[in-house]
């Protein structure tokens, strides 16, 4: 699985980062792992995941994670995270 993570602000993209899991374990726990290493990478506190956030994943397999999904503030306008390649 390869999973892409974006930092935009101001439609202007400022980090890009494609994180590959070839595990054998479960597409959540992939993202959750993928999730964690890029906001260790960046120095992110990790993103809470809203009701909205889990519908969009589960539909278009991407989603964003504005200012309100963190719990200290950012200095960008959202994080956008996309499985870009499925196991």
Known sequence: MKIWFKIWEN???LKSETI???TEDTRTHK?????EEVCLKWDLGKPIWFDA???EFQRHARTRFGKDN???ET???Y???????ED
């Open 31 to 35: 993202i959750f792992h993928a999730l």
């Open 53 to 55: 956030n889990i519908a």
């Open 20 to 22: 590959e899991d070839d």
């Open 70 to 72: 963190f719990v200290e």
């Open 79 to 85: 994080l956008e995270i996309q499985v870009i390649d």
């Open 75 to 77: 200095e960008f306008d």
């Open 11 to 13: 439609t202007h993209l």
